[in-house]
């Protein structure tokens, strides 16, 4: 069948393999891989767009390079641009394919790394190629207005041309990527790389203005000389530094741009200069623009980067200079390389930008789980680059005036317990870095050897340790800060806690600590994405996530980007990471001796939906040994037999005809004892439970029970507690979330069928927990969803189900392509999810069978609950009397039914008031809704009386005078003089400074931090955001030369306040 195209697509192989100078091995393997891979899947579209990913992957394997025998070359020295263009293939349409074929030809997790790599790196050289126009623009002339040069007579001895605008700006680019691709640390994440293109700019303009060339440079750029533009201009000795402008103008920041600047981008300039790529002066690295040097500049800089590119397989990342039709990222043509008109390549290259989807790696959608509490950002809004530096920009504030050692007052903490840890600890986190800095500087030498540069990467493995160790630093700013605050926060809740248990926790304080990390290694946009920290730091999915509900807490003033990373990396734990074969939550459940605990078990109160809807309390849960609705847990778990591997309990039937499982309470102080009997009349002990009802019935609920009211559920805490309830909890709202959404996409609005959907995949979890083994939560609710549908004749196919389950943001094709079938590594017993196998674990890698998710529900899912599916059909519900489970209840609506609205909407709260910052007693809550006056006898429900019974000071925008908010700000200027650590002799050297403030001897702004949640005693201040968003003017400088007038003005304001409220 494959005969006549066969011929064709092979001619057109060889043809394409021939332009490439591909060797014959290569081309072999590659024919062969595809050959396979279209016997068993249908390739649509061009089949030579498949042959050149099959190219790519046989080009992957490492070639020793002639002459160096200890470095070697990626990608058997062919370019993947030169690839893609020969092939017609774009490199978005490249990057998606890539991606199938690596599914399909079953290639390991390293290959699609690289993919993820690739595209990443795609990604960031897009956007900072579009930050590099507007930057040269404001620098240099524009190139549009260039004229045409005008043809030179021949002659012997012929003058250089100076260089145009356009030419610095291909030399700009070219030199940027070229520098960038031996520094791989600076280039691992997008706010490191941005930094690097402002130091390329800054060393551009340096030799531009030094070299007086008022033909290259814009007049209007703020950083040239104030007397630039004179004819009797004299240029400097040495350029000015114009970093701190470009980062105001352009969304960077100073200090890590010069950083940068300093350790890296001058290091690297000095060797280009010693290997003699570069020509001019190495000490002041000028003379690069000079007529006698640009030429060979441009051609050395633009050899060293192709030499690069061919060693590391990389694409070539000057494609961006190049007409859209040539440059490979959209429609690939044929040859050509002209400049083209300018402004026409800029909008070009701006509506590209708008179009590529991969610039989604750099700006990731928001998780299911938090959409409701993260709402999107505006798309105007959305620059990749101003992102990265504002959140980079955010942790530094955050992090201000903090040390990477512990605090006074953490240090004091340490020592109020019996044995101080405070050396352990330290010990502990400077293990862990140096840990980090190893593998950091590792997986780097393992690029530069890659790539070929060895000998370059020994000369600069300094400076990859310090870089290395930067970050360590800011992450132990960071650990200590955290810590200091979770454990006041639980000194708080609890003042008689012990906190010697919870500081002499090693797995505590290292998932805190590899978590500051990953909050570091995110805010700077690194390639190194999650779970790598995890895995150099071997710590386990399964205990790292219970950290991050703690860190949101802890800190509330983490970036919503961050927030939402934090998000998603639990939501990865819980759908899969924690559910792999060696992972603890296997030993967890067993070492537990109960069943895998139900959403109900786990809930807190409110948080299942009690309600049917015709009113009446239904059974709240469903389990497969007994069809009897029993809503007491541990009198169902008699039922089932599973408590202690007793024997099932058989109902009996009464003498009005109702059956009914015999049993006998003892009460006991806050307790009753359930006694249970069997047929033969032996009772059976089981552990203590409350519950309000003597014979339970079977065949229908109970008119009422004690334990279903409503008081009674808000009195009460989850059924199942601790480690192991937490994580089910968690677990059950994820896929909850998930249900929710693709029901909704799939067009399902009964609520019924909803329960069923829900009852099924429960019971899944519970009695097949071992279907979850090295698999995916998605998998399992994907084929919940089918089996319910096919049996309840709701025909949805599995391609509608996949097609909506591609529309949520944590979607990923291997989900559904790649799903395990079977596995040495692990022999699990047909309903035991504690039996894990781990004899055949560290013996080798393991044998998986692995086929896409229709196969799975054929071979695997279908065989293990067929015969439970069939009670779903309408014969089986009626004969047996099924009962399904509860659905659980969004926040929104579990809040609002506990005021009253079981509709949820307006009943919801509003937001608490937010401390902005740790120094001042200072909080801002929005004024969404009207507020009362404040007045003695309502102060308590709004801010708490202090001592002294004084009201805080506040102000609304757009409402309150401006005197109000400059009494707030004389608050805070006089509190930070008084408490300045630094001493009166640093005070006094601040511009502005309060030092004779500092004189005042009764404190009359005293802060009481005792009530986080409010503004409470004199000084505290409750700053009010107005609805409408406005902001109000800039009130005048108060007069500061009188501290005792000062005072008396703000007394007298208070006293007026109080007076007020009093009438």
């Not at 000389?225 to 114009?242: L, N, R, T």
């Not at 639990?570 to 074969?581: D, H, P, R």
């Not at 039914?897 to 120094?919: A, D, F, I, K, Y």
Request: charged residues 25%; hydrophobic residues 35%.
């Amino acid at each position: 069948m494959f005969d006549d195209a066969d011929g064709n697509i092979r001619s057109s192989y060889l043809e394409l393999c021939a332009h490439l100078n591909m060797d014959r091995d290569a081309v072999e393997e590659a024919w062969q891989n595809y050959d396979t891979n279209r016997r068993n899947y249908t390739l649509e579209g061009d089949q030579l767009h498949w042959l050149c990913c099959a190219l790519h992957v046989a080009c992957r394997k490492s070639v020793p390079s002639v002459g160096r025998p200890e470095s070697s070359v990626e990608g058997n020295c062919v370019s993947l641009t030169n690839l893609l263009r020969q092939g017609n293939l774009s490199l978005t349409q490249f990057l998606s394919k890539a991606k199938k074929w690596a599914e399909m030809s079953k290639l390991p997790p390293e290959f699609r790394g690289q993919i993820d790599r690739l595209g990443r790196n795609f990604a960031v050289s897009m956007v900072i190629f579009k930050k590099f126009q507007p930057i040269f623009l404001s620098m240099f002339q524009d190139p549009s207005d260039e004229e045409s040069p005008k043809p030179v007579p021949r002659s012997r001895k012929q003058r250089t041309v100076p260089c145009t605008p356009a030419k610095v700006f291909d030399f700009g680019w070219s030199f940027f990527v070229c520098v960038k691709g031996g520094l791989r640390d600076v280039a691992d994440d997008l706010v490191s790389s941005y930094h690097l293109l402002l130091a390329c700019c800054d060393l551009l303009f340096a030799n531009a203005l030094l070299s007086l060339r008022k033909d290259l440079l814009n007049p209007t750029f703020s950083g040239l000389p104030k007397d630039f533009i004179e004819k009797d201009y004299e240029p400097p000795v040495e350029a000015p530094c114009i970093i701190d402008i470009l980062c105001e103008e352009h969304d960077g920041i100073p200090l890590e741009a010069k950083l940068i600047k300093e350790y890296s981008w001058k290091q690297h300039l000095t060797q280009l200069f010693e290997d003699r790529v570069l020509k001019g002066d190495p000490v002041t690295f000028t003379g690069l623009l000079d007529p006698n040097n640009f030429d060979a500049n441009y051609k050395a800089v633009i050899k060293a980067y192709k030499e690069y590119v061919l060693r590391a397989g990389d694409f070539d990342e000057r494609v961006f200079l190049e007409d859209e039709e040539n440059s490979g990222l959209g429609t690939s043509g044929g040859g050509g390389n002209g400049l083209g008109d300018f402004t026409e390549k800029m909008q070009a290259q701006r509506n590209r930008t708008q179009k590529l989807g991969p610039i989604q790696h750099l700006v990731p959608l928001t998780p299911l789980t938090g959409r409701k509490y993260l709402t999107g950002k505006e798309s105007a809004s959305i620059t990749p680059v101003s992102t990265a530096t504002q959140s980079v920009s955010r942790l530094q504030s955050l992090l201000c005036g903090r040390q990477a050692a512990p605090s006074e007052a953490l240090i004091a903490i340490f020592k109020s317990v019996a044995k101080n840890p405070q050396a352990q600890i330290e010990e502990r986190i400077a293990e862990m870095g140096r840990q980090f800095c190893r593998h950091h500087t590792q997986s780097q030498n393992n690029d530069d050897a890659a790539s070929g540069s060895t000998s370059k990467s020994n000369q600069q493995r300094a400076g990859s340790i310090d870089f290395a160790k930067r970050r360590v630093q800011f992450a132990e700013r960071l650990y200590y800060k955290l810590l200091e605050n979770i454990l006041i926060g639980e000194k708080k809740k609890k003042p008689s806690l012990d906190l010697s248990v919870l500081l002499e926790h090693q797995v505590f304080h290292e998932t805190l600590f590899a978590c500051c990390l990953e909050i570091v290694i995110y805010s700077y946009n690194s390639q190194r994405t999650f779970p790598w920290i995890l895995d150099v730091l071997g710590i386990e999915p399964y205990y790292f996530y219970k950290v991050i509900e703690l860190i949101v807490l802890a800190e509330d003033q983490l970036s919503r980007d961050m927030v939402k990373h934090l998000n998603f990396i639990e939501e990865q734990i819980l759908e899969s990471m924690a559910w792999k074969s060696d992972s603890p939550v296997w030993d967890a459940i067993a070492d537990s001796g109960l069943p895998v605990p139900s959403c109900e078990d786990v809930s807190l109160p409110g948080q299942i939906s009690t309600d049917s809807p015709n009113g009446t309390v239904e059974p709240t849960s469903m389990y497969t040994a007994s069809s009897s609705p029993l809503p007491n847990p541990m009198i169902r778990r008699l039922a089932m037999g599973t408590v202690n591997d007793r024997p099932a309990l058989k109902p009996i039937q009464g003498e009005n005809g109702e059956r009914y499982i015999p049993i006998s309470y003892m009460p006991s102080p806050g307790s009753v004892i359930i006694q249970a009997h069997h047929a033969v009349g032996t009772p059976v002990q089981t552990p203590a439970v409350q519950t309000g009802s003597v014979a339970v019935k079977t065949g229908q609920p109970p008119a009422k029970t004690t334990s279903s009211t409503p008081a009674a559920n808000s009195e009460r805490r989850p059924r199942r507690t601790g480690s192991l309830g937490l994580f089910f909890r968690k677990f059950y709202h994820l896929a909850w979330v998930r249900m929710q959404e693709l029901c909704k996409d799939l067009h399902i609005e009964e609520n019924d069928l909803r329960r069923k959907i829900w009852t099924f995949f429960e019971y899944t979890i519970i009695n097949h927990t071992d279907l979850m083994c090295d698999r995916h939560v998605d998998q399992i609710l994907m084929c919940s969803v089918y089996v319910i549908c096919r049996v309840t004749k709701n025909e949805k196919s599995f391609t509608d189900i996949m097609g909506c389950y591609r529309k949520q943001p944590q979607c990923a094709s291997h989900i559904y392509r790649s799903v395990l079938l079977s596995s040495s590594r692990k022999q699990l017993k047909k309903g035991d999810a504690s039996s894990v196998d781990k004899e055949n674990q560290g013996k080798g890698s393991a044998v998986e069978d692995r086929g896409d998710l229709i196969r799975f529900y054929n071979t695997v899912y279908v065989l293990r609950v067929q015969s439970f599916a069939h009670r779903f059909s309408g014969d089986s519900v009626s004969k047996d009397n099924l009962t399904l489970s509860p659905l659980p209840m969004a926040r929104s609506q579990a809040i609002a039914q506990q005021q009253g609205n079981p509709n949820g909407g307006s009943s919801l709260p509003s937001s608490p008031c937010r401390r902005v910052s740790e120094h001042h007693s200072v909080y801002i809550r929005s004024l969404e809704r009207p507020v009362a006056p404040v007045t003695p006898g309502t102060a308590g429900t709004q801010f708490p009386q202090s001592p002294q019974n004084a009201q805080p000071l506040s102000y609304s925008f757009s409402r309150s005078p401006a005197k109000d908010l400059r009494a707030i700000n004389l608050m805070i200027r006089l509190d930070a003089a008084r408490g300045n650590p630094l001493g009166d002799t640093a005070v006094s050297n601040i511009p502005g400074s309060l030092t004779r403030v500092r004189r005042i001897g009764k404190r009359l702004l005293a802060d009481d931090p005792s009530n986080p949640n409010g503004s409470e005693g004199n000084g505290e201040a409750d700053v009010s955001e107005g609805s409408d968003g406005s902001k109000p003017s800039p009130p005048k400088q108060a007069h500061m030369s009188e501290p005792p007038i000062v005072a008396r003005k703000i007394q007298d304001m208070m006293g007026d306040r109080m007076g007020q409220a009093q009438e």
